[in-house]
């Protein structure tokens, strides 16, 4: 009998909550001091002008006094914000779509700071780029590249990058002539900020490639293939003055923890001279980018 009657009462006190919950008014008009406004003629104003979309948890208690009329609205975490109308139309229909509009637009206002923003989508850029290498075997060397990135803006503007650079070099030493091709592939990732036209961002990245190396004008020459690996740090730039049209800018510093070496051989096959690429340098490319949005 007792679990009965707990139940009872527990059903009682969930109908009794859902009870006040449902009475609680989203607006509240005390017109006694204007002669002018009827409570229910702007209640259902408000509610043509809103179309029935009011944000839960708001209300709003509007009170006439002999100064105008003062709007509070009241939201259901504590936060409150007041509005005082001093100066309204003499004529009763205006006053009271003046102040059916006033409420109306705060609980508009209100109703969209609750609406989330959408999710950014998936965004990527393609671009081809030309620069100059310091760094290489004769500085500076020109270089060409196509440039592909992702981004992904959840927190902050984070972008994944992919490019492959070409480089071509020449160098005299040691009475030999070295003719180096190197093709890089880099892959990283960019954080920054982004403006309405414009972004910059902070880039690493991790740069792996081959060299192919042919020596001449020695009795022996050399043709050979090394690997190299650098690691990468820079800026990138972009400013976009159409919707899907960018111009872009990077300049990167690297320094090699895989640095490729040359030798040079003579006519009986033994090593004549040897050249390495050095250890770090800079890399700076122009290019335009087509946007996915």
Do not use: N, Y
Request: proline share 4%; net charge positive.
């Amino acid at each position: 009998m007792s679990e009965r009657v707990v139940r009872l009462l527990v059903l009682a006190l969930l109908l009794a909550t859902r009870t006040v919950a449902a009475e609680q008014p989203w607006l509240t008009v005390d017109a006694r001091a204007d002669a002018c406004i009827a409570a229910d003629e702007l209640e259902r104003e408000v509610g043509k002008l809103l179309a029935g979309e009011r944000p839960a948890g708001v209300s709003v208690v509007a009170a006439a006094d002999a100064a105008g009329w003062t709007l509070e609205l009241r939201h259901a975490d504590g936060q409150r914000a007041l509005r005082v109308l001093k100066e309204l139309p003499a004529a009763c229909d205006a006053r009271r779509r003046t102040l059916a509009l006033t409420i109306a637009l705060a609980l508009e206002h209100a109703l969209a700071a609750t609406i989330q923003p959408a999710p950014r989508m998936l965004a990527w850029a393609l671009g081809v780029s030309v620069g100059g290498s310091v760094g290489e075997l004769r500085s500076p060397v020109p270089l060409a590249g196509v440039e592909a990135r992702l981004e992904r803006g959840v927190w902050v503007p984070l972008e994944l990058l992919a490019s492959i650079d070409l480089a071509a070099a020449r160098d005299d030493f040691a009475g030999a002539t070295l003719i180096t091709r190197q093709l890089t592939t880099t892959l990283g990732t960019c954080v920054g900020g982004a403006r309405t036209s414009w972004r910059l961002d902070g880039c690493l990245g991790l740069e792996l490639g081959a060299t192919f190396g042919q020596a001449k004008r020695v009795p022996g020459g050399s043709r050979e293939l090394a690997g190299s690996g650098a690691c990468s740090v820079g800026v990138a730039g972009r400013w976009a003055p159409r919707s899907r049209l960018a111009l872009t800018a990077r300049v990167d510093g690297f320094v090699r923890f895989w640095v490729p070496t040359f030798r040079v051989l003579d006519a009986e096959g033994g090593v004549f001279a040897e050249q390495s690429l050095p250890a770090a340098g800079v890399r700076l490319r122009l290019g335009i980018a087509w946007l996915s949005r």
